[in-house]
Nanobody, 115 residues
């Protein structure tokens, strides 16, 4: 079993910043990629950003230039630094891991951008 524990969500004003963290633990033989997806009310879950084990990052067009994903391979932890947040960034953010055993999801952390 693989567990993903997210932290760092919360309420922030438009233009503010948040940093999300996700630590993976459990039976992890190989991690190929980690990342973040989000789901806003009434919408489908969508990709925010992913990063491979060699550091290749992919971003959704909607967050490019405002979001940076990084990873600590030794700790199996992925971070999402979000700046210049907008109300449309409000969503539940889910950590995602692609490993040799399959795909794993975290429980989600709420990010609310509101004045």
């Amino acid at each position: 079993q693989v567990q993903l524990v997210e932290s760092g969500g919360g309420l922030v004003q438009p233009g503010g910043s948040l940093r999300l963290s996700c630590a993976a633990s459990g039976s992890i033989s190989r991690v190929n990629a980690m990342g973040w997806f989000r789901q806003a009310p009434g919408k489908q879950r969508e990709l925010v950003a992913t990063v491979t084990s060699v550091g290749i990052a992919t971003y959704a067009d909607s967050v490019k230039g405002r979001v940076t994903i990084s990873r600590d391979n030794a700790k199996n932890t992925v971070y999402l630094q979000m700046n210049s947040l907008k109300p449309e960034d409000t969503a539940v953010y889910y950590c995602w891991l692609l490993g040799s055993g399959g795909v794993y999801w975290g429980q989600g952390t709420q990010v609310t951008v509101s004045s």
